[in-house]
């Protein structure tokens, strides 16, 4: 009896929050914030040589090809029992917010990597691809079991086919896939270690997967450092240093209003969201050195007001949409001006310029 009360209960707050959040929708949605599906020229790709970075990349496959990370994700005896009933709404709210936007985020690698190497014809390129997307799947799956257990699964498979694509040129993928992957392990990483120090705060065993999650995510990174390595253009050219920048600037700003709009969510893993923001740019910036030759200058004064203001207008534009009519159009239209003149600022701070080191690869070190 006592069971069948107790698989009522589940069952009803199953059907509660999967009526309340339809992830697959969510995660479905473009907005300039959410995560998006990616496609290029994968024909351009594909004629990539790696030839003048062998050495560095036969021992970075021949480590992906090991596996280490093989039976990591999987639920075992850490994977204590969530309390989703007894959870603060707020929090669940955007604790769910927090997983749909990181399974899409992981399956959007996981979906372009699958691509080309479906596409590819060059064994090298093809079989990075197969290992990186192996990775992302097993990544995405295991944000998805977190939410199938409370009755909250994305439907993957609808998202592949629904889900719209942004079409990037080769060289704009390495720059943006490089950062998202060593953002991803510098996000990963610090979280595990700030855990690590505060285990009360652990509100969900999913944190405790995070130490061998942030590997993948570095190799993933050290891939594309070793790609963009292939060819000098890539990120030496005076165009280059341009989009490089523009890219940080971009990839940055956009994190620091996700993380912002989570406020009780990072309250709960009791860590303040400006200066985990500004660790997860230092970390990222410092490892990024081995091979962008420009990095942000994110102790300048005019970085972090930068970026609030940018964060107030982004919340000003948000607001003026879900009014609708004509004077949400020109509040949102006044918001988005001050969101740009907030993004060129933080664009025209000085960058601090650098000469990445003959040797490109790199070990986890955080
Ligand atoms: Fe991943
Ligand atoms: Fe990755």
Same mark, same amino acid.
């Given at each position: 009896?006592?069971?069948?009360?107790?698989?009522?209960?589940?069952?009803?707050?199953?059907?509660?929050?999967?009526?309340?959040?339809?992830?697959?929708?969510?995660?479905?949605?473009?907005?300039?914030?959410?995560?998006?599906?990616?496609?290029?020229?994968?024909?351009?790709?594909?004629?990539?040589?790696?030839?003048?970075?062998?050495?560095?990349?036969?021992?970075?496959?021949?480590?992906?090809?090991?596996?280490?990370?093989?039976?990591?994700?999987?639920?075992?005896?850490?994977?204590?029992?969530?309390?989703?009933?007894?959870?603060?709404?707020?929090?669940? $709210?955007?604790?769910?917010?927090?997983?749909?936007?990181? @399974?899409?985020?992981?399956?959007?690698? @996981?979906? %372009?990597?699958?691509?080309?190497?479906?596409?590819? /014809?060059?064994?090298?390129? @093809?079989?990075?691809? /197969? =290992?990186?997307?192996?990775?992302?799947?097993?990544?995405?799956?295991?944000?998805?079991?977190?939410?199938?257990?409370?009755?909250?699964?994305?439907? %993957?498979?609808?998202?592949?086919?629904?889900?719209?694509?942004?079409?990037?040129?080769?060289?704009?993928? =390495?720059?943006?896939? =490089?950062?998202?992957? &060593?953002?991803?392990?510098?996000?990963?990483?610090?979280? =595990?270690?700030?855990?690590?120090?505060?285990?009360?705060? #652990?509100?969900? +065993?999913?944190?405790?997967?995070?130490?061998?999650? @942030?590997?993948?995510?570095?190799?993933?990174?050290?891939?594309?450092? %070793?790609?963009?390595?292939?060819?000098?253009?890539?990120?030496?050219?005076?165009?280059?240093?341009?989009?490089?920048?523009?890219?940080?600037?971009?990839?940055?700003?956009?994190?620091?209003?996700?993380?912002?709009?989570?406020?009780?969510?990072?309250?709960?893993?009791?860590?303040?969201?400006?200066?985990?923001?500004?660790?997860?740019? #230092?970390?990222?910036?410092?490892?990024?050195?081995?091979?962008?030759?420009?990095?942000?200058?994110?102790?300048?004064?005019?970085?972090?007001?930068?970026?609030?203001?940018?964060?107030?207008?982004?919340?000003?534009?948000? &607001?003026? &949409?879900?009014?609708?009519?004509? $004077?949400?159009?020109?509040?949102?239209?006044?918001?988005?001006? #001050?969101?740009?003149?907030?993004?060129?600022?933080?664009?025209?701070? +000085?960058?601090?310029?650098?000469?990445?080191?003959?040797?490109?690869?790199?070990?986890? $070190?955080?």
């Amino acid at each position: 009896m006592k069971d069948v009360e107790h698989d009522t209960t589940h069952g009803e707050l199953h059907a509660e929050l999967a009526d309340k959040f339809d992830t697959t929708a969510m995660a479905t949605e473009t907005t300039l914030l959410n995560p998006r599906f990616y496609t290029t020229d994968f024909d351009e790709m594909d004629r990539i040589d790696v030839s003048s970075v062998r050495e560095d990349w036969d021992k970075l496959i021949g480590q992906m090809k090991s596996d280490p990370n093989k039976g990591h994700f999987k639920k075992n005896a850490d994977w204590d029992e969530v309390d989703w009933k007894g959870m603060d709404p707020a929090l669940r $709210s955007e604790f769910i917010d927090f997983l749909v936007s990181s @399974c899409t985020a992981e399956f959007s690698g @996981c979906v %372009l990597y699958k691509e080309m190497k479906r596409r590819g /014809n060059n064994p090298d390129i @093809c079989e990075l691809f /197969n =290992y990186m997307a192996r990775d992302e799947a097993r990544h995405a799956g295991f944000i998805n079991d977190a939410l199938r257990e409370a009755g909250m699964a994305v439907n %993957l498979g609808f998202l592949t086919k629904s889900k719209k694509y942004t079409y990037f040129r080769p060289k704009f993928i =390495y720059y943006a896939t =490089y950062l998202s992957e &060593k953002i991803g392990y510098a996000r990963y990483i610090t979280i =595990y270690r700030h855990l690590e120090a505060h285990p009360e705060h #652990r509100f969900h +065993p999913i944190f405790k997967w995070f130490r061998e999650w @942030c590997n993948d995510e570095f190799s993933h990174g050290e891939a594309f450092a %070793l790609l963009m390595r292939t060819d000098p253009k890539i990120t030496e050219s005076w165009q280059a240093k341009l989009w490089i920048r523009f890219f940080l600037v971009a990839v940055y700003s956009t994190m620091w209003v996700r993380d912002h709009a989570r406020k009780d969510f990072h309250e709960a893993l009791g860590v303040d969201i400006d200066w985990y923001d500004q660790e997860v740019f #230092r970390k990222t910036s410092t490892i990024a050195r081995q091979v962008f030759p420009v990095e942000i200058d994110i102790d300048h004064p005019r970085w972090i007001p930068g970026l609030r203001r940018m964060n107030a207008a982004m919340i000003t534009m948000e &607001k003026a &949409k879900r009014k609708g009519g004509l $004077s949400g159009r020109i509040a949102g239209a006044l918001a988005g001006a #001050r969101a740009g003149l907030a993004f060129a600022s933080l664009y025209l701070i +000085p960058v601090k310029r650098n000469t990445p080191p003959a040797s490109v690869r790199l070990e986890p $070190s955080y």
